[in-house]
């Protein structure tokens, strides 16, 4: 049965005991466990059946949702008295080795599950500046992963040699693009400016101290590749200089005649720095959809990540100055673009691409009527960039739909039915959907497409790699086929090269860093991609 939402019902209802399997949420579950003992592990007459009865297994799924060991989620997982448990999740460590606690806490793993022990045997030496010490932690945390843990991969076999799971085949084509001149010029000037300011930081010794900066002129050079719309709408309207600058460079993106002339004025435009403040979180390296920041310092970050981090320490995670909840604000959401596009549209190589893929499916589904071969989905991280893909489908009359980070969950569960619907004559069908990657990394099942277009590289391989298993999953009846776009000699070459590095690692073990090593692996990045093609 299930017992959430609208089928929870009575919540004392018999129908629990009733049955051999319950599936729950966790809102659900925290819903149930008791305030006033929200705070102790014992259940009380005012939990709800969920605590009060005691389980021959209790499974978490996307068990890293539990990581905060402060979250009522996790309180009331730690509340549930079972016999055995699981937890099920791709992410053992997601920012910190305390994510490992509070799933052993979870599971009982003894003597590991103890916050003193763990704090004593494992914070204390990794937090310490004896290189060994935080050598052994480290390799201890490998050892206590390992011994309860069961690694399971699509490729893995059974007994008889046989893969655990029968998935249709999965083809995946990096398609490398040719950049306009006018998109080649824009992209050189903002390449150079960007590497005489790494540079600086570089010579000076203040790579790290300047971290967030740094990431921002990374994500200016990923969105020109894109499409420089992107950049210009980076811009916060507010700023009278930077809307000059913005219209400025926009002016001569549209108008330019001679490159070498173009370049030569969008470096010297540029050399202010006044692109637009970081619309990128430091912490998650996603575009920040929903910006929050502290009064006392005004750093921007994601929400989520501001809440998580705060968990942990009343410190800003950016400058670590002290701040509390009450502190924290929510940031104005700007629009993206102040030209309409509708009339000064542009295209870009990207999207020029796209166009014609979608284009070349249509007539193949046409064709077959639909029968064998499944619909589209395009992923970008930036939602802006989903903003123009939008624009570029409208202008060729394509119906298509949308989810990201702003959809509500019953909305989305609308767009999905309608993306499912396979009569194409209906009004509300689309065969395109527009997915951002972090709505769609996790929770949303779209076997009813086996094409699916990613138009940017994510820091992170794993997040391109989930994107990837909406589709590519068990229910999936049709071979899928995934196109990955890139810019040739830019940073989305160099940040492929990055993602091999991540993906080798992940590949070969659970692994866990001192922080030295990570601020080495992350400057050693970082060189990567600032360097000259």
């Excluded at 149930?32 to 297994?57: I, M, Y």
Aim: aromatic share 6%; glycine share 4%.
């Amino acid at each position: 049965m299930t017992h959430y939402g609208q089928n929870r019902g009575d919540s004392r209802s018999i129908s629990i005991l009733c049955s051999d399997v319950v599936v729950t949420s966790y809102g659900t579950l925290a819903a149930e466990c008791s305030e006033d003992t929200a705070n102790g592990e014992e259940p009380s007459p005012k939990d709800g059946p969920l605590l009060q009865l005691k389980w021959r297994r209790i499974i978490l799924d996307e068990a890293h949702t539990i990581k905060s060991r402060s979250t009522k989620w996790a309180k009331a997982a730690y509340k549930i008295k079972a016999e055995r448990r699981w937890c099920v999740t791709g992410t053992v460590i997601h920012n910190h080795v305390n994510d490992v606690f509070s799933l052993l806490h979870f599971l009982d793993v003894r003597p590991w599950s103890s916050w003193a022990f763990w704090n004593r045997g494992i914070v204390a030496n990794l937090e310490s500046n004896d290189l060994k010490r935080q050598r052994t932690a480290m390799s201890l945390i490998r050892d206590i992963i390992s011994s309860v843990t069961l690694r399971r991969k699509k490729n893995t076999k059974d007994s008889r040699g046989e893969r655990i799971v029968q998935l249709t085949k999965k083809t995946v084509e990096l398609v490398q693009l040719t950049s306009s001149s006018q998109e080649r010029d824009f992209y050189n000037a903002l390449h150079k400016r960007s590497r005489v300011q790494f540079d600086t930081y570089l010579s000076e010794g203040k790579v790290m101290h300047n971290y967030a900066s740094i990431l921002e002129l990374l994500l200016r050079l990923r969105q020109a590749c894109n499409h420089p719309y992107l950049v210009f709408a980076a811009a916060p309207s507010k700023d009278s200089a930077v809307m000059r600058d913005k219209d400025k460079l926009y002016k001569q993106f549209m108008e330019a005649g001679s490159s070498a002339e173009y370049v030569d004025k969008v470096f010297k435009d540029v050399q202010s720095g006044a692109l637009g403040k970081a619309l990128q979180c430091p912490l998650c390296l996603d575009v920040i959809d929903d910006p929050v920041a502290p009064k006392e310092c005004a750093h921007p970050v994601c929400r989520v990540c501001m809440m998580e981090s705060l968990k942990r320490a009343n410190k800003c995670p950016v400058c670590r100055v002290p701040i509390s909840n009450e502190s924290v604000m929510t940031l104005p959401r700007e629009s993206r673009f102040s030209i309409d596009l509708s009339k000064r549209w542009r295209s870009s190589a990207k999207i020029d691409e796209l166009l014609k893929d979608v284009r070349e499916r249509q007539d193949v589904r046409n064709r077959s009527k639909g029968n064998g071969i499944g619909k589209t989905v395009i992923f970008s991280q930036f939602t802006s960039m989903l903003d123009l893909v939008g624009v570029a489908l409208d202008r060729q009359s394509f119906k298509w739909l949308r989810i990201d980070g702003s959809v509500p969950q019953a909305q989305r569960a609308l767009i999905l039915q309608q993306f499912e619907n396979e009569d194409e004559k209906a009004k509300d069908s689309s065969n395109i959907l527009l997915v951002s990657l972090r709505a769609g990394g996790v929770g949303l099942n779209l076997v009813a497409a086996s094409f699916a277009i990613l138009l940017d590289i994510h820091w992170n391989p794993q997040v391109d790699a989930q994107a990837q298993d909406r589709i590519h999953r068990h229910g999936q009846t049709r071979d899928v086929l995934i196109k990955r776009y890139i810019i040739r000699d830019t940073v989305e070459e160099k940040l492929l090269k990055v993602q091999e590095r991540k993906q080798h690692i992940a590949d070969g073990a659970l692994e866990v860093a001192t922080d030295e090593d990570r601020k080495q692996a992350k400057l050693s990045e970082l060189k990567l991609l600032f360097s000259v093609s």
